[in-house]
């Protein structure tokens, strides 16, 4: 059981940067791939960021593709997203997520393959 908590959220004007924190509980966190997902308002879950186990690989939804940037602290506990350049549009619940399915060494873009879930923490980015 891996229980998630988000936070970094809040207020940002477009163009401007914050830096979003997933931090997990339990001892075998490198044996994770952790993603990050958003939900605005009205519609579906959308993929963000993904990280594998020991941080080799990764992999972007395509509206975040050199802005966004996912990282892992393994001996924190703790993923990573920086986020650069901000646009309206990025304004939504992001959530942290955690997938045990093949012990962190594959990338999952889907919400399917993901076991756990933070409660989320809102961005909202002013125009």
């Known amino acids: 059981q891996v229980q998630l908590v988000e936070s970094g959220g809040g207020l940002v004007q477009a163009g401007g940067s914050l830096r979003l924190s997933c931090a997990a509980s339990g001892r075998t966190f490198s044996m994770y791939t952790m993603g990050w997902f958003r939900q605005a308002p009205g519609k579906e879950r959308e993929f963000v960021a993904a990280?594998?186990?020991?941080?080799?690989?990764?992999a972007y939804g395509d509206s975040v593709k050199g802005r966004f940037t996912i990282s892992r602290d393994n001996a924190q506990n703790r993923a990573h997203l920086q986020m650069n350049n901000l646009k309206f549009e990025d304004t939504a619940v992001y959530y942290c997520?955690?997938?045990?399915?093949?012990?962190?060494?594959?990338?999952?873009?889907?919400?399917?393959?993901?076991?756990?879930w933070g409660p989320g923490t809102q961005v909202t980015v002013s125009s």
């Open positions: 997520a955690a997938s045990r399915t093949s012990g962190g060494r594959s990338i999952y873009s889907t919400r399917a393959e993901y076991d756990y």
């Open positions: 990280i594998t186990g020991y941080g080799g690989r990764t």
